[in-house]
């Protein structure tokens, strides 16, 4: 049983590339998360889906799309990527939004240069 | 919004010491979340404990809600608890978890 799965764990883009970060859980959640940690920080939520059909802006959604392309698998998408993006990304799941204990992934080392 | 505050922000203790790990938070919350950040990165979940004590081998956790405080005990450390131990809420307003910034353990042999 894998869990929360993301692709891919490292990236270095240059300035004003794009790319998509993967997640995809086999833990049959209604809910799923994107955030980002910053160095000597606790997580911030990008973006976060409810159920499946649906997303939802978190605390800091700003540079950052997203897809929930179906019940298992939840995208991130840079459009125009930015130093200011550099971070590490995790993605999350849970079985309800609410009052669920939440699973994480591995994580994402995302530098941009 | 919800504040979450951790302390200490760094604890360094040798192997085998016991340690507390206090979390406060400013509102009512529906859900809490221990994780251990190792090294690596990787974020693993320890306790879900909105409300009262749970423990699972040396580690233990209590969360008295009308107090807004839990508490992470560790007791007889050893090296590869080193990490970042996160305190995370989610509050009835929040559709997601807000973190704390995490209290450092180093352990040493």
């Known amino acids: 049983n894998a869990g929360v799965t993301q692709t891919p764990k490292f990236q270095v883009l240059k300035t004003g590339q794009s790319m998509t970060l993967q997640c995809a859980q086999d833990m049959n959640h209604n809910s799923m998360y994107w955030y980002r940690q910053d160095p000597g920080m606790g997580l911030r939520l990008i973006y976060y889906s409810a159920s499946e059909g649906t997303t939802d802006k978190g605390e800091v959604p700003n540079g950052y799309n997203v897809s929930r392309l179906n019940k298992r698998e939840f995208s991130l998408r840079l459009e125009s990527a930015a130093p200011s993006q550099t971070s590490v990304y995790f993605c999350?799941?849970?079985?309800?939004?609410?009052?669920?204990?939440?699973?994480f992934g591995q994580g994402t080392r995302l530098t941009v240069v | 919004g919800i504040q979450v505050e951790q302390s200490p922000p760094d604890l360094i203790l040798q192997e085998g010491a016991n340690s507390t790990l206090r979390c406060n938070f400013s509102?009512?919350?529906?859900?809490l979340q221990w994780f251990h950040q190792n090294p690596w990165g990787q974020l693993i979940n320890l306790f879900y404990?909105?409300?009262?004590?749970k423990q699972n081998g040396r580690l233990s956790a209590t969360t008295v809600a009308t107090e807004r405080y839990s508490l992470l005990y560790i007791s007889s450390s050893q090296t590869t608890d080193s990490g970042v131990y996160f305190c995370a809420v989610e509050s009835a307003l929040h559709y997601q978890l807000i973190w704390g910034a995490g209290t450092k353990l180093i352990i040493k042999p």
């Open positions: 404990i909105p409300s009262g004590t």
């Open positions: 509102d009512s919350v529906n859900n």
């Open positions: 999350a799941s849970s079985s309800e939004v609410l009052n669920t204990e939440a699973f």
